[in-house]
């Protein structure tokens, strides 16, 4: 089939390359006009990065080549030279995908060679885009003499209707279906140098802001709304909660006139995000830790699904182990040496796969779930899908034994032993365990139903509905038979939110501060943008987990309340602005150098596209019955006339300071604003204006300063002579409303007054023992209380110089 349509493709070849043959005698079409904004779309076409940004066309499953530099070169000090081509396609390629529009004209210039002495005496050669699938198209040819350069040099137009997602240029020769019978003539070597592809600038990428507030102000569900997350795992660690989660935002692409994306494509995911919290509801976004794929900290796996992660002390030191699931197929971990990393692979191969003993059976080896025992011992429950078509086909949908329980090694990046099968009813994915009052607590999500256990079945009483989360109860972290079951604890999350949350589930526990908390995903947030039609991009969610006093849970229901925030936050210290309690019209991105709040280790994201009208909030911050005297920020202005505002309780609240983002355009700076009557505990609202239609400015971090506190004196020092004597005077009267300590100090004595009354006075005179004394000052020490914080104020007092007598 897709030989055919590549013929058929093919077919319409004929007449370009008459234009491109008439290109090489010197028949030059009309160029299309160029304008000045017009730009080169090929990197290192030169090849003076070497193979940089080049690859083989592998567009075909037969295509094939080496790739190699070489200094036989047009130009410069390099050119490419192809070498073992297998199909006439087989060439030097370059992927345009995102930089060429459909309706834009371009010029295209390449220099090729040949010289093969079986070869023809000239041989024609083509500039082809790949735009996927079976689609090729002939862009601009060229007939070449052996031993020659040959010059590329043509426009092409790619059609107003042409799909352009993918567009991958390559050189070629002309297509032959069996070009092995004539190698010579179809499959000779050459060489490429100075390719170009002129033409407009590559359109800016459409944007993925989320516009709509996702996370509505009083609450705590979706945890975040300016970006996805699914499958989220708790870790507690140093008091503070972080969620991993799948990166749904990655393959997230709404259309900018219709603000719909198409549907999730889980096959797009190689990321997992991380987010963190001391309190529950204002999260701070660590971004994306790049997992899988060719760039990713373990290459040799494609995707990052359904993180779990754990901690463990090995050798002496304390990592962090994150398991994820790489595609249905196989699983995989990453150390990081904080919960923040930096990230590194012990395994140059998957941790589970078909190799793993005990889960030959298991159709999906994913959705790894970490659990160290009290002991220490760890261990790992991953699997799901459809049971084993040997099974009776009742027991494939009621008892489908498609999850395991493994033990892993004291490295936490092997396996020990043979996998358990953990038999959950009507399982299907999602296995989790935690352990409470010494007994362990396996859930998952179940099947929803269809035809993978071999036709319609029902489940039996008291197992689990479609796409809910069971739970059962056992005594050991290995023994997980079907009598272990203990109910639903959650039912699918549609129940809660409605219309366009159905789907999937994925949960975990935690203990956080004495209280356990559950963790699932609903797309709340894709429905607050796109309404009841969503398009599958889930929201982590938290709801408390309170159990029975026979152990077993209480079933939770899904809210968009959340939970309680657990503590105030904290606005005296530098904190990361990419931290909301809620926001609107924002996004983050990851910047070089490390977090001002978490360390050397750890990433560091800005706000950006912060519009007029944009704002970001934090829940519950506590200022303190003194109050905070101003706010700092690290800002990057983007325009001119930008401005903080920060509002108390709501968006439309009181105004209580502004900072003027006036600092030089393009340049991180800090900016400092006083603030008014800010003490208690307040909602803050930091909304964003300035001109309409430009991104105003960036934010790395806020810092608040707390109001000095100050015992207010009235002090005086004099100098005066008694007997001969100079005397310095040291005078300071309590102007608190509470009494006060009063320490006078000079060079000749100090002398301390407990429990000064307000408005009275403490006096002293100091002989200096001299006829004369130089100016100086004196030191008034003041100690008291104010608000019931314990204060001390220093002030100086100058005195004059004095001399008896003379
Ligand atoms: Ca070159
Ligand atoms: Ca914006
Ligand atoms: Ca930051």
Redesign the pocket.
Request: charged share 15%; glycine share 12%.
């Given at each position: 089939m897709e030989q055919r349509m590549r013929r058929a493709t093919r077919g319409r070849v004929a007449a370009l390359a008459t234009v491109g043959l008439l290109l090489a005698t010197g028949f030059v079409a009309p160029a299309a006009p160029v304008q000045a904004a017009d730009t080169n779309l090929v990197v290192n076409g030169g090849f003076e990065d070497g193979l940089a940004n080049w690859f083989v066309n592998n567009g075909n499953a037969t295509d094939g080549a080496q790739l190699s530099a070489t200094s036989d070169a047009y130009s410069g000090a390099n050119a490419a030279l192809v070498t073992s081509r297998t199909t006439t396609g087989s060439g030097p390629m370059q992927d345009l995908s995102g930089k060429v529009q459909a309706g834009q004209a371009y010029t295209l210039t390449a220099r090729i060679k040949y010289e093969n002495e079986s070869g023809p005496a000239t041989k024609q050669f083509f500039a082809t885009m790949h735009y996927g699938g079976g689609t090729y198209t002939n862009l601009v040819s060229v007939t070449a003499t052996k031993g020659q350069w040959a010059q590329f040099n043509g426009t092409f137009t790619i059609p107003a209707t042409q799909t352009v997602s993918t567009a991958r240029l390559f050189f070629e020769t002309p297509w032959t279906s069996t070009p092995s019978t004539d190698p010579a003539l179809h499959l000779m070597d050459f060489k490429l140098d100075d390719v170009s592809v002129i033409g407009a600038a590559p359109p800016a990428p459409a944007s993925k802001?989320i516009?709509v507030v996702g996370k509505l102000p009083g609450e705590h569900n979706p945890l975040i709304g300016h970006k996805f997350g699914a499958d989220g795992f708790g870790l507690v660690h140093d008091g503070r909660v972080y969620m991993y989660m799948t990166n749904d935002t990655q393959g997230y692409a709404p259309n900018p006139t219709t603000g719909v994306s198409p549907g999730i494509n889980y096959g797009d995911i190689n990321q997992i995000t991380v987010i963190s919290s001391e309190d529950l509801v204002n999260w701070t976004d660590h971004g994306e830790i790049q997992v899988a794929g060719p760039n990713g900290v373990a290459p040799f796996t494609a995707n990052s699904w359904a993180p779990g992660i754990t901690k463990k002390v090995v050798n002496g030191v304390e990592k962090f182990f994150l398991y994820y699931a790489n595609g249905g197929g196989s699983s995989n971990v990453i150390t990081g040496a904080s919960p923040l990393g930096p990230w590194t692979s012990e395994r140059t191969s998957t941790l589970i796969d078909g190799r793993t003993p005990g889960a030959e059976t298991v159709a999906w080896k994913f959705d790894p779930a970490p659990f160290v025992d009290d002991d220490g011992q760890p261990y790992l429950y991953f699997g799901g899908g459809p049971a084993s078509t040997s099974m009776p086909p009742a027991e494939r949908f009621n008892n489908p034994k498609n999850i395991r329980a493994i033990a892993l090694g004291d490295d936490m990046v092997s396996t020990e032993g043979t996998a358990a099968v953990v038999d959950a009813p009507v399982a299907f994915e999602a296995g989790h365990v935690f352990k409470r009052q010494g007994r362990y607590y396996f859930s998952y999500s179940s099947h929803f139903g269809g035809n993978d256990f071999g036709g319609n079945q029902q489940p039996l009483p008291g197992y689990p509905g479609g796409g809910q989360i069971g739970y059962m109860i056992s005594d050991g972290p290995m023994s997980w038979p079907k009598e272990t079951y203990a109910g639903v604890l959650f039912p699918n999350q549609s129940q809660f939110f409605g219309a366009g949350t159905g789907g999937n589930n994925h949960q975990s526990v935690f203990e956080f501060g004495g209280k356990y908390y559950f963790t699932y995903h609903a797309p709340t947030l894709n429905k607050r943008i796109n309404g009841n039609t969503t398009q599958g991009y889930r929201s982590p969610h938290i709801q408390e987990l309170t159990f029975n006093p026979d152990g077993t849970i209480q079933q939770v229901v899904g809210t968009y309340e959340g939970v309680d925030q657990v503590r105030d936050f904290d606005p005296y210290r530098v904190f990361e602005a990419e931290t909301f309690g809620w926001s609107k019209?924002?996004?983050t991105t990851k910047v070089d150098g490390s977090s001002a709040q978490f360390g050397g280790a750890a990433p560091n994201l800005v706000v950006r596209?912060?519009?007029n009208g944009?704002w970001t909030a934090l829940s519950s911050v506590s200022f303190g019955d003194n109050g905070a005297q101003n706010l700092t920020a690290r800002v990057r202005a983007l325009a001119a006339g930008g401005q903080v505002q920060v509002r108390l309780d709501d968006v439309n609240g009181p105004v209580v300071g502004t900072v003027a983002v006036d600092t030089p355009v393009g340049q991180w700076a800090e900016v400092t604003a006083e603030l008014d009557g800010v003490s208690g505990v307040h909602d803050v609202y930091f909304t964003y204006t300035g001109p309409a239609g430009v991104?105003l400015f960036e934010i790395d971090n806020w810092a608040f300063a707390a109001a000095t506190l100050d015992l207010p004196v009235t002090a005086s020092a004099s100098t005066r002579c008694v007997g001969g004597k100079a005397y310095v005077t040291v005078q300071a009267r309590n102007d608190h409303d509470a009494p006060v300590g009063i320490t006078l100090e000079t060079p000749y004595g100090e002398r301390s007054f407990a429990a000064v009354a307000p408005g009275a006075n403490a006096y002293q005179s100091f002989n200096t023992r001299a006829v004369s004394v130089s100016a100086g000052s004196a030191t008034v020490r003041v100690t008291g209380a104010i608000g019931g914080q314990d204060v001390t104020t220093v002030h100086t007092v100058q005195h004059p110089a004095g001399t008896c007598g003379g």
């Amino acid at each position: 089939m897709e030989q055919r349509m590549r013929r058929a493709t093919r077919g319409r070849v004929a007449a370009l390359a008459t234009v491109g043959l008439l290109l090489a005698t010197g028949f030059v079409a009309p160029a299309a006009p160029v304008q000045a904004a017009d730009t080169n779309l090929v990197v290192n076409g030169g090849f003076e990065d070497g193979l940089a940004n080049w690859f083989v066309n592998n567009g075909n499953a037969t295509d094939g080549a080496q790739l190699s530099a070489t200094s036989d070169a047009y130009s410069g000090a390099n050119a490419a030279l192809v070498t073992s081509r297998t199909t006439t396609g087989s060439g030097p390629m370059q992927d345009l995908s995102g930089k060429v529009q459909a309706g834009q004209a371009y010029t295209l210039t390449a220099r090729i060679k040949y010289e093969n002495e079986s070869g023809p005496a000239t041989k024609q050669f083509f500039a082809t885009m790949h735009y996927g699938g079976g689609t090729y198209t002939n862009l601009v040819s060229v007939t070449a003499t052996k031993g020659q350069w040959a010059q590329f040099n043509g426009t092409f137009t790619i059609p107003a209707t042409q799909t352009v997602s993918t567009a991958r240029l390559f050189f070629e020769t002309p297509w032959t279906s069996t070009p092995s019978t004539d190698p010579a003539l179809h499959l000779m070597d050459f060489k490429l140098d100075d390719v170009s592809v002129i033409g407009a600038a590559p359109p800016a990428p459409a944007s993925k802001t989320i516009e709509v507030v996702g996370k509505l102000p009083g609450e705590h569900n979706p945890l975040i709304g300016h970006k996805f997350g699914a499958d989220g795992f708790g870790l507690v660690h140093d008091g503070r909660v972080y969620m991993y989660m799948t990166n749904d935002t990655q393959g997230y692409a709404p259309n900018p006139t219709t603000g719909v994306s198409p549907g999730i494509n889980y096959g797009d995911i190689n990321q997992i995000t991380v987010i963190s919290s001391e309190d529950l509801v204002n999260w701070t976004d660590h971004g994306e830790i790049q997992v899988a794929g060719p760039n990713g900290v373990a290459p040799f796996t494609a995707n990052s699904w359904a993180p779990g992660i754990t901690k463990k002390v090995v050798n002496g030191v304390e990592k962090f182990f994150l398991y994820y699931a790489n595609g249905g197929g196989s699983s995989n971990v990453i150390t990081g040496a904080s919960p923040l990393g930096p990230w590194t692979s012990e395994r140059t191969s998957t941790l589970i796969d078909g190799r793993t003993p005990g889960a030959e059976t298991v159709a999906w080896k994913f959705d790894p779930a970490p659990f160290v025992d009290d002991d220490g011992q760890p261990y790992l429950y991953f699997g799901g899908g459809p049971a084993s078509t040997s099974m009776p086909p009742a027991e494939r949908f009621n008892n489908p034994k498609n999850i395991r329980a493994i033990a892993l090694g004291d490295d936490m990046v092997s396996t020990e032993g043979t996998a358990a099968v953990v038999d959950a009813p009507v399982a299907f994915e999602a296995g989790h365990v935690f352990k409470r009052q010494g007994r362990y607590y396996f859930s998952y999500s179940s099947h929803f139903g269809g035809n993978d256990f071999g036709g319609n079945q029902q489940p039996l009483p008291g197992y689990p509905g479609g796409g809910q989360i069971g739970y059962m109860i056992s005594d050991g972290p290995m023994s997980w038979p079907k009598e272990t079951y203990a109910g639903v604890l959650f039912p699918n999350q549609s129940q809660f939110f409605g219309a366009g949350t159905g789907g999937n589930n994925h949960q975990s526990v935690f203990e956080f501060g004495g209280k356990y908390y559950f963790t699932y995903h609903a797309p709340t947030l894709n429905k607050r943008i796109n309404g009841n039609t969503t398009q599958g991009y889930r929201s982590p969610h938290i709801q408390e987990l309170t159990f029975n006093p026979d152990g077993t849970i209480q079933q939770v229901v899904g809210t968009y309340e959340g939970v309680d925030q657990v503590r105030d936050f904290d606005p005296y210290r530098v904190f990361e602005a990419e931290t909301f309690g809620w926001s609107k019209g924002v996004a983050t991105t990851k910047v070089d150098g490390s977090s001002a709040q978490f360390g050397g280790a750890a990433p560091n994201l800005v706000v950006r596209d912060i519009d007029n009208g944009d704002w970001t909030a934090l829940s519950s911050v506590s200022f303190g019955d003194n109050g905070a005297q101003n706010l700092t920020a690290r800002v990057r202005a983007l325009a001119a006339g930008g401005q903080v505002q920060v509002r108390l309780d709501d968006v439309n609240g009181p105004v209580v300071g502004t900072v003027a983002v006036d600092t030089p355009v393009g340049q991180w700076a800090e900016v400092t604003a006083e603030l008014d009557g800010v003490s208690g505990v307040h909602d803050v609202y930091f909304t964003y204006t300035g001109p309409a239609g430009v991104d105003l400015f960036e934010i790395d971090n806020w810092a608040f300063a707390a109001a000095t506190l100050d015992l207010p004196v009235t002090a005086s020092a004099s100098t005066r002579c008694v007997g001969g004597k100079a005397y310095v005077t040291v005078q300071a009267r309590n102007d608190h409303d509470a009494p006060v300590g009063i320490t006078l100090e000079t060079p000749y004595g100090e002398r301390s007054f407990a429990a000064v009354a307000p408005g009275a006075n403490a006096y002293q005179s100091f002989n200096t023992r001299a006829v004369s004394v130089s100016a100086g000052s004196a030191t008034v020490r003041v100690t008291g209380a104010i608000g019931g914080q314990d204060v001390t104020t220093v002030h100086t007092v100058q005195h004059p110089a004095g001399t008896c007598g003379g």
